[in-house]
């Protein structure tokens, strides 16, 4: 028997458990079970019959409402910071994939014909206010007109990068992604 349990079984013949209910109690129940429902029969001093309380508590499954809250306050810290983890490890994703689409573009960027390019060009100008349109060096790292070209050019939408990484999103983490 680990310590443990040890203890346990030994603060439950000190309550005044028989030895028989006492091995039936540590089998029957969790460590856990078992310490919180002893200190919850030690919390009430003026308890008639203690034993009768332990066991009322063990199968009522009573709780100690302080403990009862420490224990929903670290499960909803624990919930927040998974939260959080997941929620770094899609900002992460969110620019890999960013990232992966301007390579790409740059590549059919850096491969496509001069006419092809020259066009691109010239339709970005035709989108800009008159202002901006005079004297400006047009190339792929203006960020207005990269944009302009990956909207031209056929690359890997959200899904395809997804699947390529063999990685799928819930609802929920879609919902964040669009909040990142």
Known sequence: M???VQNIFKELLELGIATKAAEEMVNQHSPDQLQESLTLTQQQPDQQNPPGFLV???NGHWRDPKTEQAQKK???RQEKEAIETR???LQHL???FAEHRITL?????EQAPEPVVQQWQNDFIQTQPPILRKGKVIGFENPRFRAFVME????????EFLEQEG?????????WWDQL
Do not use: G
Request: proline content about 5%.
């Open 56 to 58: 009322e508590a063990l």
């Open 94 to 96: 969110k620019r890999r």
């Open 105 to 109: 573009a740059r590549t059919a960027y």
């Open 167 to 175: 990685i799928s999103l819930q609802e929920e983490e879609r919902v």
């Open 152 to 159: 031209r050019l056929a690359l890997p939408t959200l899904n």
């Open 2 to 4: 680990p310590d443990e």
């Open 87 to 89: 929620k770094k490890t």
């Open 74 to 76: 670290q499960r909803q």
